[in-house]
């Protein structure tokens, strides 16, 4: 199962904050349509049918059905970037 880092869970908090946004948003991982071998990763108000859910501290991570295989040897880590958006990354767990 995709696990998540402590910098992963600060910087999907971080991307969750807001007035309009549901207590159950999280963070969606799912192939990119019409791009073969590439995820993509999108906010959320709640998960697909079939999304396996990953959950750490107060922040949730839907992985769509299909991307489960792929992720399920990873972990999801992140670094703040040049405008300090955060950028994900995908590491095999140790």
Same mark, same amino acid.
């Given at each position: 199962?995709?696990?998540?880092?402590?910098?992963?869970?600060?910087?999907?908090?971080?991307?969750? @904050?807001?007035?309009? *946004?549901?207590? !159950? #948003?999280?963070?969606?991982?799912?192939? %990119?349509?019409?791009? $073969?071998? =590439?995820?993509?990763?999108?906010?959320?108000?709640?998960?697909?049918?079939?999304?396996?859910?990953?959950?750490?501290?107060? @922040?949730?991570?839907? *992985?769509?059905? !299909? #991307?489960?295989?792929?992720?399920?040897? %990873?972990?999801?880590? $992140?670094? =703040?970037?040049?405008?300090?958006?955060?950028?994900?990354?995908?590491?095999?767990?140790?």
């Amino acid at each position: 199962m995709l696990t998540l880092t402590d910098n992963a869970v600060d910087a999907i908090r971080d991307l969750l @904050v807001g007035e309009d *946004v549901p207590a !159950d #948003a999280g963070l969606r991982i799912a192939p %990119k349509a019409d791009q $073969a071998g =590439t995820l993509e990763v999108t906010l959320a108000n709640t998960p697909q049918a079939g999304d396996q859910v990953v959950e750490k501290a107060d @922040v949730r991570v839907f *992985v769509a059905e !299909d #991307a489960v295989p792929v992720l399920d040897d %990873k972990s999801l880590d $992140a670094a =703040t970037g040049t405008q300090g958006q955060p950028t994900f990354r995908l590491d095999r767990q140790g």
